[in-house]
């Protein structure tokens, strides 16, 4: 798999979906077959891929939201780490 670059705009892979579960107040990620339980910032990365904001797009937001810098690397390598489970594709 190539390296995420910051000019990738990432979105869910097909059939992938994003879903609040007010039950156990968690963040769903529903998969064929599978759901991913994901913690709060997880949640917060999948929910921007929409394939509209570039990675640098979503680094920016993200640090606005959790009032914090240097989140980069983390969410860079989140995504990496997404794209390589298949639950993200990775479109210039």
């Given amino acids: 798999m190539s390296a995420v670059k910051l000019s990738d705009r990432p979105s869910l892979r097909s ?3 994003m879903k609040y579960d007010k039950a156990r107040q968690t963040e769903l990620l529903l998969l064929p077959e599978r759901v991913v339980e994901l913690n709060d910032t997880a949640g917060a990365i999948l929910r921007l891929c ?3 904001r570039t ?3 979503l680094i ?6 959790y009032v914090q ?3 980069g690397d983390d969410i860079v390598a989140f995504i990496s780490s997404a794209a390589e489970r298949g639950w ?3 479109c210039n």
């Fill in 50 to 52: 929409d394939g509209q």
């Fill in 15 to 17: 059939p992938g979906l």
């Fill in 69 to 71: 810098t240097g989140l």
């Fill in 88 to 90: 993200l594709e990775l």
């Fill in 55 to 57: 990675v640098t797009q």
């Fill in 60 to 65: 920016e937001e993200l640090e606005t939201v």
